[in-house]
């Protein structure tokens, strides 16, 4: 299947997603419940494609859960990609980060075998991920799902709430836009998509988020048709 039709398929699914979301927000109780529905989309829009790696085996295109090529630091709501000589406060070396889901470039499976293509192996990716093809990944995405109206108080109780809100949904952001290169500049991810998802906010405060969330191109707000009633 070509790359651009993947990357098509991908967004057909998030259209499709966002207007199941819109009409029916209450199918929803967690973020991991708005993940495995795109999952489930994406994956029966691609027709559950498979790719064979460079010994024969199939892959799916699509995973969850997969690792970032990079240690990072994601304490509190910051992000920064770090190196094998950076260490924590404690001493030790920074943990790597994952995505909600990721597609995968056939031409990457084709040309490397089980052990590189599922990027748990942080040495093997480090010393061969520049020499596959690139980029590995045509599609990162990362969900973020805001169930709970945030404090509705005045002053800033309120405009806290709705501030760590927004830091959260931006780490995740920051770290897609670290992905579409590795450390070294090689090509890593080819497409990147945030999607932040609100059933539980009032008109008003669905205002400021779009004020501050609109900004990226990358990133698409998801509302519900009604707040929920709880």
């Known amino acids: 299947m070509d790359s651009e039709v993947i990357k098509a398929r991908v967004e057909e699914a998030i259209d499709e997603l966002e207007e199941q979301f819109e009409k029916d927000g209450t199918l929803f109780y967690t973020e991991n419940d708005v993940v495995c529905r795109f999952y489930a989309l994406i994956q029966e ?9 460079r010994h024969g085996q199939r892959h799916y295109l699509v995973h969850r859960e997969y690792p970032t090529p990079f240690r990072c630091d994601m304490g509190g709501v910051g992000f920064a990609v770090k190196g094998e000589g950076d260490r924590t406060s404690k001493g030790g070396k920074y943990q790597r980060g994952h995505y909600d889901i990721v597609v995968l470039n056939p031409e990457f499976i084709q040309a490397v075998g089980y052990r ?4 748990q192996d942080f040495e093997l990716v480090t ?3 520049r020499r596959a093809p690139s980029p590995a990944v ?26 760590t809100f927004c830091k959260k949904v931006f780490q995740d952001h920051k770290k897609l836009e670290e992905s579409k290169r590795l450390p070294d500049g090689h090509p890593f991810m080819a497409k990147t998509m945030m999607l932040v998802f609100d059933n539980a906010c009032s ?10 969330l609109n900004e990226k191109t990358d ?12």
Not at 45 to 53: F, M, R
Not at 203 to 209: G, N, P, S
Not at 219 to 230: I, Q
Request: aromatic letters at 8%.
């Open 203 to 212: 008109e008003k405060i669905r205002e400021r988020l779009k004020d501050k």
């Open 138 to 163: 045509l599609y990162g995405l990362e969900f973020m799902f805001n169930r709970d109206p945030p404090m509705e108080s005045r002053g800033e109780n309120r405009d806290r709430s709705i501030d």
């Open 116 to 119: 590189l293509a599922k990027g």
């Open 127 to 129: 010393e061969n991920f």
């Open 219 to 230: 990133l698409r707000l998801c509302l519900s048709e009604r707040v929920v009633k709880t």
């Open 45 to 53: 829009g691609l027709e559950w494609a498979t790719k064979p790696d």
